[in-house]
């Protein structure tokens, strides 16, 4: 794709063609962001939690209709305690900062994980604004905190089971089950960092969905970053196991 030296003019192409409707991002790169500068990690932590806001910002501008940020895995969690504790402090600070944001454009904030791993202070927070923003109809913002792909494929298989019994789990059963039920489809995952995996993040989600991974650093992906994912995304021919021409013949939304 030629580069697009004005960001209005390559927000302006990005809204002239059709947007996916559900984004999920894997914010990777924070740590080395801060090392390659000299920094404690705790600082690239900080830089990209600007990075979150001015991202969110745009998503909801452009009006996509749901944002997915991987903030934090299960495995995070055994990194160590000092950094835990900056990272969990961290997000208490975007909670309150960002509430009034969240409200204001008319944002949901979800989250989805073992959320009872979080502190106290966390989930206070996180239970406020998730409470308040409960009847906000614009983009819905969800955090994956405490996340484990694997293990929300399991709890689901367990609940669908409960309700459905083993012979009567097929995929639709199996979704609605899913920490994510109720979210559009999935249509395209971005990972920064120049990192090539998905790490065990919305394995069941990722099924069809369009994969962007980027060298920039998490703390450096800004409004500008996200639209040329954007971009890249619009110029792709999603066929779902189709033929190209086929998809040629399907009738327009």
């Known amino acids: 794709m030629a580069e697009i030296a004005d960001i209005e003019a390559l927000r302006q192409r990005v809204r002239e063609r059709p947007l996916p409707r559900h984004v999920a991002i894997i914010m990777d790169g924070n740590g080395r962001w801060a090392e390659a500068r000299g920094l404690p990690r705790v600082a690239g932590h900080r830089e990209g939690s600007l990075s979150v806001r001015a991202v969110t910002r745009e998503a909801r501008k452009l009006g996509l209709d749901a944002l997915t940020l991987y903030a934090l895995s299960v495995q995070n969690l055994a990194r160590p305690p000092e950094e835990v504790k900056a990272l969990m402090e961290?997000?208490?600070?975007?909670?309150?900062?960002?509430?009034?944001?969240?409200?204001?454009?008319?944002?949901?904030?979800?989250?989805?994980?073992?959320?009872?791993?979080?502190?106290?202070?966390?989930?206070?927070?996180?239970?406020?604004?998730?409470?308040?923003s409960a009847g906000n109809r614009g983009m819905v913002l969800t955090l994956a905190l405490s996340y484990d792909g694997r293990e929300e494929l399991v709890q689901a298989a367990r609940?669908?089971?409960?309700?459905?019994?083993?012979?009567?789990?097929?995929?639709?059963?199996?979704?609605?089950?899913?920490?994510?039920?109720?979210?559009?489809?999935?249509?395209?995952?971005?990972?920064?960092?120049?990192?090539?995996?998905i790490s065990n993040f919305l394995l069941w989600q990722c099924a069809y969905a369009e994969l962007c991974f980027v060298d920039t650093?998490?703390?450096?992906?800004?409004?500008?970053?996200?639209?040329?994912?954007?971009?890249?995304?619009?110029?792709?021919?999603?066929?779902?196991?189709?033929t190209g021409a086929q998809v040629q013949r399907a009738p327009r939304e």
């Open 159 to 197: 609940r669908a089971a409960g309700k459905h019994g083993p012979a009567g789990i097929d995929a639709a059963a199996l979704a609605g089950e899913l920490w994510t039920a109720g979210l559009p489809e999935l249509d395209l995952l971005v990972r920064t960092s120049g990192e090539r995996r």
């Open 217 to 242: 650093l998490w703390p450096d992906f800004r409004e500008r970053e996200l639209l040329l994912a954007l971009c890249d995304y619009q110029g792709r021919e999603r066929r779902f196991g189709l």
């Open 90 to 132: 961290l997000l208490a600070e975007f909670l309150d900062s960002e509430r009034a944001e969240i409200l204001d454009n008319d944002i949901r904030l979800e989250a989805i994980g073992d959320l009872d791993r979080l502190p106290g202070f966390v989930r206070q927070r996180l239970d406020a604004v998730r409470a308040a």
